[in-house]
């Protein structure tokens, strides 16, 4: 396991916006609302040769307006708990306030290495008024400014300084990264807990309670995988101000940079409009996706799995490849069963197909159902696969624009079938290339005349 430091303040002392300094990246919502983070986030950082977990906090001391406060403080001390070194951050702006001085009381007891970073020290100025910190009793204070970057690289070095010493070098190790996805109140929270074995992220009935999205790193079946907790979407009219606006465009951007998507559904409401935007932002990014029915346990009996797949190919047609899995995320049913099958997935889109296989399943494809062109005949000369994750192929042509969506998704699905992805997304590239003979206007090769080499 990585060793795990820990960012503990009081609520607007901008701990989102150092952790993002620090990951150099937005993973963390940052806004002046105090209370804004409520779970968990981390991330895995390497300095001076040191891997460690940078785990972003809620604020000590946070009166939520969603009657909150009792999972948020659950969250807060697990996170120090799960701590080998606490940065304790504080405002230049603020001075010391009686809630730090708790806080740090509170940090001394634990018994854990604590750095003390005093943040917003933003130019020279402020710098002087970082003395005052001295009183909290936690050594010489750090200044640092997230906003700006000053400091960052100094404060790194300390904390790598107190981490101990990696046992072995790390090899690089394909970690698949799962999104879980869906509505609001699907139950997505209560699915990445079912699986961790434990409360890693917030639950409640209140819609909107997950604002970031989460990373969780778990090993299952002897497996690490990342898994991506993230806010329930919702429709566009219902977005209501920045901090639900930012929530949804981390989801979107989870979708965009995980391996699989696991799609959550309420076995008990019909798919309507939101599911299918969801389902068409998974397909427009090409996923893989595993859709799983959960709260199964609600309509079992009244339901038969067949006829809820039948059900779902004809109100979300493009992710009739996707496998489903009826869940209880609840009970802890077949939960594992889904991420089984997200890896099944996973392996399924990091496959390689040899030249030859791919141009005779090409080829296969051109005999039952031929491109056409009224002036002349759209020719597929050869194909080959460049990417995986998801697996694309690079198909040389005579005309790209001849290849219309329709005939684009039928050889996906000739594709899919003989190259043995089954429940995968392809993506095809149609490059143009000239034969080497020249074409009469009809498409047809001229005998006995070569084309010009350019």
Aim: net charge positive.
């Amino acid at each position: 396991m990585l060793p795990v430091v820990s960012i503990v303040g009081r609520p607007n002392v901008g701990k989102s916006t150092l952790f993002n300094t620090f990951a150099r990246r937005r993973i963390s919502i940052v806004e002046p609302t105090p209370g804004v983070t409520r779970d968990r986030i981390s991330t895995e950082l390497e300095h001076n040769g040191k891997r460690f977990e940078l785990i972003d906090t809620g604020g000590i001391g946070i009166v939520d307006c969603q009657d909150l406060d009792e999972l948020i403080e659950l969250q807060i001390s697990a996170g120090i708990e799960r701590a080998c070194l606490i940065l304790f951050l504080v405002s230049v702006h603020d001075g010391v306030t009686a809630l730090d001085r708790d806080i740090a009381l509170r940090l001394r007891r634990t018994g854990k290495p604590l750095l003390l970073a005093v943040n917003k020290v933003d130019n020279f100025h402020q710098e002087i008024g970082i003395h005052e910190f001295q009183e909290l009793g936690l050594g010489d204070p750090q200044p640092v400014s997230g906003l700006q970057g000053f400091g960052r690289t100094d404060l790194l070095d300390l904390i790598a300084e107190r981490l101990p010493e990696p046992e072995e070098p790390s090899e690089a190790e394909d970690v698949m990264h799962v999104a879980v996805v869906g509505r609001r109140n699907v139950g997505k929270s209560t699915f990445v807990n079912a699986l961790t074995g434990s409360e890693r992220v917030i639950v409640s009935d209140v819609p909107g309670t997950t604002r970031d999205a989460v990373d969780v790193s778990v090993e299952i079946d002897g497996q690490r995988l990342v898994l991506v907790d993230t806010a329930g979407m919702q429709k566009a009219k219902q977005v209501k101000g920045s901090i639900e606006f930012y929530s949804q465009a981390r989801t979107e951007s989870s979708v965009r940079r995980c391996d699989v998507a696991v799609f959550l559904l309420d076995a008990t409401l019909p798919v309507g409009e939101l599911e299918r935007r969801i389902g068409g932002l998974i397909v427009e990014n090409s996923k893989p996706c595993v859709i799983v029915a959960n709260k199964w346990d609600l309509v079992e009996g009244k339901m038969r799995t067949g006829a809820f797949r039948e059900y779902l190919d004809k109100t979300m047609a493009g992710l009739r490849h996707a496998p489903l899995v009826c869940a209880s995320a609840l009970e802890g049913r077949l939960v594992k069963a889904a991420i089984k099958t997200a890896r099944s997935l996973f392996d399924q889109a990091g496959t390689r197909m040899p030249t030859w296989k791919v141009n005779q399943a090409l080829k296969a494809a051109r005999d039952i159902q031929r491109p056409r062109a009224k002036t002349f005949i759209p020719r597929i000369y050869y194909g080959t696969q460049i990417e995986v994750h998801p697996p694309t192929f690079l198909c040389f042509v005579n005309k790209p624009k001849a290849f219309d969506k329709s005939y684009r998704r039928f050889l996906c699905h000739q594709l899919q079938e003989r190259l043995d992805f089954p429940e995968v997304p392809l993506k095809i590239i149609f490059r143009e290339r000239r034969s080497f003979f020249e074409e009469t206007e009809d498409g047809a090769p001229q005998t006995g005349k070569r084309r010009k080499r350019d």
